[in-house]
């Protein structure tokens, strides 16, 4: 009782905050200022996890405009691998900013692209050797899509439910996160969904989702031309499948004629250790220039190849292979989860612990025997973490997410595990 008095006094003073337009406790000054003008101009349709406003950063570190000192548990949503404001990196973006910024590559030749897609092919297993260079996760996704219905010349894809691969009309109709992300838009393109395995929710659930998939694929009748799938499910609650569930989806993509599309935008460049996640479970996905073969003028866009997008982009590749942070995100990434699940058999309302590499997901429950969903004290956790200088983010019901750039040291992380540790036993003082 006394625990859950002290949860309700906590929200309180949240949801007071949250009234006046800040998330958690109300900011500093200049983050007041700047985000009164934020709320004046920018488009409501933009959800912000924390009233955080950025100024500067330097590899696990970000700074408030006040000026305030974070470690980055969320790496700008996963994507800063290799620290943010890398030396190399930014040195490689300055010294093509002084000969080019951009070229119209689908309209005109450059090397440094080529450049690019012959580095990135570098790291792929084969025969992945075809590139097509978009500007986003979501523009990946559309592409991938229209390759898939180009090549079979079928309409249908199958995708996951409580998958999220991005908000443009093609990769909406797959995602299957939030009602919010889907409502009003439909009509969507034809997607069928299907239960994507989570262990903590379904027990030894790999035959039932395989059995799942396949009579989708049968009902299709020959006319699915993809199953796109996230590795390791992100906006979903960092959820990761059974091994014997991944090989069993590639086998059946391969019975059915099917092509097998992993979405890697959170989870590949050594997230989760491997390059691409899809290694962890021992599958492979397949894209050859058999498969890539639409015809000029069927896709395009106008800043892929975007010459400082390349230019980052081979040095990123570099470093990470030359610093190997894929061994570093499973060293650290075993350390985590083992503290981790100590903390979870010390803490009533931690119901799970998952993850591969540096891509680890922590849900919380108001108990372990109900494993109800416990978004408010999820959220909460996250508040009196960002107080003590810890910047996470949540994923699905009730989970937070542990993503920090690839360039953690094992003193951040075990410091930045001290800081969540104190936020979660705050319910049990």
Same mark, same amino acid.
């Given at each position: 009782?006394?625990?859950?008095?002290?949860?309700? /006094?906590?929200?309180?003073?949240?949801?007071?905050?949250?009234?006046?337009? *800040?998330?958690?406790?109300?900011?500093?000054?200049?983050?007041?200022?700047?985000?009164?003008?934020?709320?004046?101009?920018?488009?409501?349709?933009?959800?912000?996890?924390?009233?955080?406003?950025?100024?500067?950063?330097?590899?696990?570190?970000?700074?408030?405009?006040?000026?305030?000192?974070?470690?980055?548990?969320?790496?700008?949503?996963?994507? +800063?691998?290799?620290?943010?404001?890398?030396?190399?990196?930014?040195?490689?973006?300055?010294?093509? +900013?002084?000969?080019?910024?951009?070229?119209?590559?689908? %309209?005109?030749?450059?090397?440094?692209?080529?450049?690019?897609?012959?580095?990135?092919?570098?790291?792929?297993?084969?025969? @992945?050797?075809?590139?097509?260079?978009?500007?986003?996760?979501?523009?990946?996704?559309?592409?991938?899509?229209?390759? &898939?219905?180009?090549?079979?010349?079928?309409?249908?894809?199958?995708?996951?439910?409580?998958?999220?691969?991005?908000?443009?009309?093609?990769?909406?109709?797959?995602?299957?996160?939030?009602?919010?992300?889907?409502?009003?838009?439909?009509?969507?393109?034809?997607?069928?969904?299907?239960?994507?395995?989570?262990?903590?929710?379904?027990?030894?659930?790999?035959?039932?989702?395989?059995?799942? @998939?396949?009579? &989708?694929?049968?009902?299709?009748?020959?006319?699915?031309?993809?199953? *796109?799938?996230?590795?390791?499910?992100?906006?979903?609650?960092?959820?990761?499948?059974?091994?014997?569930?991944?090989?069993?989806?590639?086998?059946?993509?391969?019975?059915?004629?099917?092509? /097998?599309?992993?979405?890697?935008?959170?989870?590949?460049?050594?997230?989760?250790?491997?390059?691409?996640?899809?290694?962890?479970?021992?599958?492979?996905?397949?894209?050859?220039?058999?498969?890539?073969?639409?015809?000029?003028?069927?896709?395009?866009?106008? *800043?892929?190849?975007?010459?400082?997008?390349?230019?980052?982009?081979?040095?990123?590749?570099?470093?990470?292979?030359?610093?190997?942070?894929?061994?570093?995100?499973?060293?650290?990434?075993?350390?985590?989860?083992?503290? /981790?699940?100590?903390?979870?058999?010390?803490?009533?309302?931690?119901?799970?612990?998952?993850?591969?590499?540096?891509?680890?997901?922590?849900?919380?429950?108001?108990?372990?025997?109900?494993?109800?969903?416990?978004?408010?004290?999820?959220?909460?956790?996250?508040?009196?973490?960002?107080?003590?200088?810890?910047?996470?983010?949540?994923?699905?019901?009730?989970?937070?997410?542990?993503?920090?750039? @690839?360039?953690?040291?094992?003193?951040?992380?075990?410091?930045? /595990? %001290?800081?969540?540790?104190?936020?979660?036993?705050?319910?049990?003082?």
């Amino acid at each position: 009782m006394k625990d859950k008095l002290i949860i309700k /006094l906590y929200l309180k003073d949240f949801q007071v905050e949250s009234m006046e337009k *800040f998330i958690c406790r109300r900011p500093g000054p200049k983050s007041v200022r700047v985000i009164s003008r934020d709320d004046k101009i920018v488009s409501p349709c933009v959800m912000r996890e924390y009233s955080f406003v950025w100024k500067k950063a330097k590899g696990c570190y970000v700074y408030d405009v006040d000026g305030r000192k974070y470690l980055d548990f969320s790496a700008a949503i996963a994507v +800063a691998n290799v620290g943010h404001t890398n030396p190399v990196v930014m040195n490689a973006i300055k010294k093509q +900013a002084g000969k080019l910024t951009h070229c119209g590559f689908s %309209d005109f030749y450059a090397e440094l692209p080529v450049e690019f897609c012959e580095t990135l092919v570098s790291f792929l297993p084969q025969p @992945l050797k075809k590139v097509f260079l978009s500007n986003s996760g979501t523009e990946s996704i559309e592409a991938a899509y229209k390759l &898939a219905r180009w090549h079979t010349n079928r309409k249908w894809v199958i995708a996951f439910k409580n998958a999220f691969h991005g908000r443009t009309m093609g990769s909406l109709s797959m995602t299957n996160s939030r009602p919010v992300q889907r409502e009003r838009y439909s009509p969507f393109l034809p997607v069928r969904h299907v239960p994507y395995p989570n262990p903590y929710r379904m027990g030894d659930c790999a035959d039932q989702c395989l059995s799942e @998939l396949e009579k &989708a694929m049968k009902s299709l009748k020959g006319e699915c031309a993809a199953l *796109f799938m996230e590795p390791v499910q992100g906006e979903g609650g960092y959820v990761v499948p059974p091994k014997a569930f991944v090989k069993g989806a590639r086998h059946l993509c391969s019975e059915h004629g099917v092509l /097998l599309c992993a979405d890697e935008v959170q989870a590949g460049c050594y997230r989760t250790g491997r390059f691409l996640a899809m290694e962890n479970f021992g599958v492979k996905t397949v894209s050859s220039s058999k498969i890539m073969d639409w015809v000029p003028g069927s896709h395009g866009n106008t *800043f892929g190849g975007n010459l400082l997008a390349c230019a980052a982009g081979i040095a990123t590749l570099k470093y990470m292979r030359q610093k190997r942070l894929g061994n570093n995100a499973r060293r650290l990434g075993k350390l985590m989860l083992r503290r /981790l699940n100590e903390l979870k058999d010390e803490i009533e309302i931690i119901g799970d612990v998952r993850g591969l590499g540096l891509m680890i997901g922590v849900e919380i429950v108001e108990n372990k025997r109900s494993k109800k969903p416990a978004p408010n004290i999820r959220s909460a956790i996250l508040c009196k973490a960002a107080e003590k200088g810890l910047i996470l983010l949540p994923a699905g019901k009730s989970v937070i997410r542990i993503c920090p750039p @690839l360039t953690l040291t094992r003193s951040q992380a075990e410091h930045g /595990l %001290d800081i969540l540790e104190d936020a979660c036993q705050y319910w049990h003082r």
